[in-house]
């Protein structure tokens, strides 16, 4: 298809799609005639992937263009890739420094030993999970590791899940794939708690209830 | 305490925290002589929690105004408030209007049924969900809602053991630490998603065992 017929396609302006080119974050079309160029699914797929990154991932394009870089860079082991998303999305805004990492790295280092979670020691996940416990002392909330350790099993389940989700059978290859729903599923589970605390403010859990998971009971 | 000694505590840059008051962000301290103001551990906790908004839950200094406004208006029922939280972070970058949020209504109306939450349908949450799943239905990954259930319950598990978290005793009110605290979770949930990615890319789980959550085998 034409470039006009790619921009009526996916509901992108045309300038924005050559911007998207210029910025070498889609790749350009098949040359048919001198400024011609013929695009197809693949270009189409891109461009979705490109939207769904920047409107509910909230990414720059310098971030996607660097992740889709990683994902279509199949020298990088997959858990490298992994590594990338966490550096995309385990930013901090200012003032970071505030947070001490270290006071947190006792709920990071009990987790990772009782989940035998293997991850590189740099990952900027480590860093965001002992940032955060250590900005939650530093307001007085002091949750011991087993607060977190539902949280844990929750995100291990997920990533089982998530990584056994079928293959979109689409023109986006798996790797690609992989990185944009992990993505999107964080805006589905932000978008979940929201729902189940709004509801659970209006319909408060009895108090001795609360640490029973959805579904189990005493017998 | 004065303005020198609650910079000197905080960590937090002299001319910022006049900022903050001229912002309103920060109540006036008791006046004490002319141009001297007298501040107590109200303030310092105040600060800690602008700084935990901006650096972990990357709001802008406007959306944390709102929140805290919020949070202080003791009129304001506990479901609104937590909407206000809803409606500071399920927020969309550009072009969020090409998610259909009617494509993946579906799914916000099928779990909100089976786990007979009581959310207001204007809440951001709900748009932002069905939003997302949209998105992905555009990407190829047609998620049913069996694949979305085990997410929905571990956020009801969670909204009720947040809840149920001692208040800090501090100087923080009740209110204002629940926002806090909805706020820091997601991005100790969001680290912790990427852990187990990254784990998980490591050290693949085989399929079959995928579905089932971390500790439950069949009999």
Redesign the interface.
Known sequence: MRISELSRES??PLPTIKYYLREGLLPAGEPTARNQAAYHEGHL?RL??I??L??????DLGTIGELLAAAEDESM???A???A??ES????????A??DAEVGADVVRD??AE?G????PS????R??S???S??R??????DVS??R????????????????PA???V?SERM?AV???I??????????????????????P?G???H???VSEA
């Not at 979670?117 to 590189?120: A, E, H, I, L």
């Not at 949280?151 to 990533?159: F, H, L, P, Q, W």
């Not at 979940?192 to 209006?202: D, K, T, V």
């Open positions: 509901g992108i797929a979705r992937l939207r769904a920047t409107s509910v991932g909230k990414l082991p997959m858990p890739l992994h590594e998303v966490s999305v385990c930013r901090f805004g200012p003032c970071a505030d947070a987790l990772l989940f979670w293997t991850v590189t990952s900027p996940s480590l965001m999970l940032r955060t416990v900005v939650m530093q307001l007085g909330c002091d949750a607060f977190f539902p949280y844990a099993a929750e995100a291990t389940r997920a990533a089982a899940a998530e990584a056994a989700l979109p059978g689409s986006i794939s944009a729903r992990s999107l599923l964080d805006a589905v589970v932000l978008s979940l708690r929201r729902m189940a605390q709004e509801s659970c403010a209006a319909t408060p859990v108090a209830e609360a640490l998971p959805v579904g």
